[in-house]
């Protein structure tokens, strides 16, 4: 299960639990200020899936 949100003002949520061991992958949020930040967040959530 997962989620991939943008949020106004450039923010972006990006959350990933794995269901069958039932524990949190991936849980991060970043703010209009972190754009280099958010490539590698996108990379990890795409190879987190």
């Known amino acids: 299960m997962g989620g991939f949100d943008f949020w ?3 923010w ?5 639990i794995d269901p ?3 524990e949190e992958r991936l ?3 970043l ?3 972190k754009e280099s930040e ?3 967040a ?3 959530f795409l190879a987190s899936l």
């Open 12 to 16: 972006l949520d990006l959350h990933v």
């Open 31 to 33: 703010g209009p200020d």
């Open 27 to 29: 849980n991060i949020l």
């Open 42 to 44: 996108v990379a990890d």
């Open 8 to 10: 106004s003002d450039e």
């Open 38 to 40: 958010k490539k590698q």
């Open 20 to 22: 069958t061991i039932g």
